[in-house]
T-cell receptor, first 118, second 117 residues
Framework: AQKITQTQPGMFVQEKEAVTLDCTYD???????LFWYKQPSSGEMIFLIY??????QNATEGRYSLNFQKARKSANLVISASQLGDSAMYFC???????????????FGTGTRLLVSP | DTAVSQTPKYLVTQMGNDKSIKCEQN?????MYWYKQDSKKFLKIMFS???????INETVPNRFSPKSPDKAHLNLHINSLELGDSAVYFC????????????????FGPGTRLTVT
């Protein structure tokens, strides 16, 4: 069963508008974490934001915020005031922890391609 | 200074050859990973090492053999390359979570694009 689901293969937004990229997850582990990474056309993976399952507040990093709804198992990324440079693939990922917190692996969604137009 | 570096960035080779990709991190992290990104951009973990010990080994053909000479290096050796091995291979590293939530972040290398002809 897919553990991370990104239902939007592509999204379009106009510059300066806000956009929400959807992510739902599935886990029975009480301790987990959710990440968003950006992959521009140059190919590198850029960390954007992290939300731990026990974090009381939604994570924010500059123009990025994570709308974490634990009961719905969703962790949507909100980008405010989109810029042309935000055009990229965006991946949601979940940290699955083992018995040792150092033993973690990321399970990725299929990604959403965001295109920001002038 | 580059945090996670990989060499080479591009690798073009013929079927049946053996090749290696090298990865080094200068972040002092304990854990390193190899991920494969296929042509559809899907990223999947292959291996993880913690302090030079293999801790995650996903369902990967045994033609792929990771080697960690020390905790700053994790190399990937691939024997008898096949067309289906063509992909982008990412190395990553992380600290454990004991230093705060940001320490869960995995830092990725720039990727190695492997093309098997």
């Amino acid at each position: 069963a897919q553990k991370i689901t990104q239902t939007q293969p592509g999204m379009f937004v106009q510059e300066k508008e806000a956009v929400t990229l959807d992510c739902t997850y599935d886990t029975s582990d009480p301790s987990y974490g959710l990440f968003w990474y950006k992959q521009p056309s140059s190919g590198e993976m850029i960390f954007l934001i992290y939300q731990g399952s026990y974090d009381q507040q939604n994570a924010t990093e500059g123009r990025y915020s994570l709308n974490f709804q634990k009961a719905r198992k969703s962790a949507n990324l909100v980008i405010s005031a989109s810029q042309l440079g935000d055009s990229a693939m965006y991946f949601c990922a979940m940290r699955e922890s083992g018995m040792n917190t150092g033993f973690q692996k990321l399970v990725f969604g299929t990604g959403t391609r965001l295109l920001v137009s002038p | 200074d580059t945090a996670v570096s990989q060499t080479p960035k591009y690798l073009v080779t013929q079927m049946g050859n053996d090749k290696s990709i090298k990865c080094e991190q200068n972040l002092g992290h304990d854990t390193m990973y190899w991920y494969k990104q296929d042509s559809k951009k899907f990223l999947k973990i292959m291996f993880s090492y913690n302090n030079k010990e293999l801790i995650i080994n996903e369902t990967v053909p045994n033609r792929f053999s990771p080697k960690s000479p020390d905790k700053a290096h994790l190399n990937l050796h691939i024997n008898s390359l096949e067309l289906g091995d063509s992909a982008v291979y990412f190395c990553a590293s992380s600290q454990d979570g004991s230093a705060g939530k940001r320490s869960y972040e995995q830092y990725f290398g720039p990727g190695t694009r492997l093309t098997v002809t």
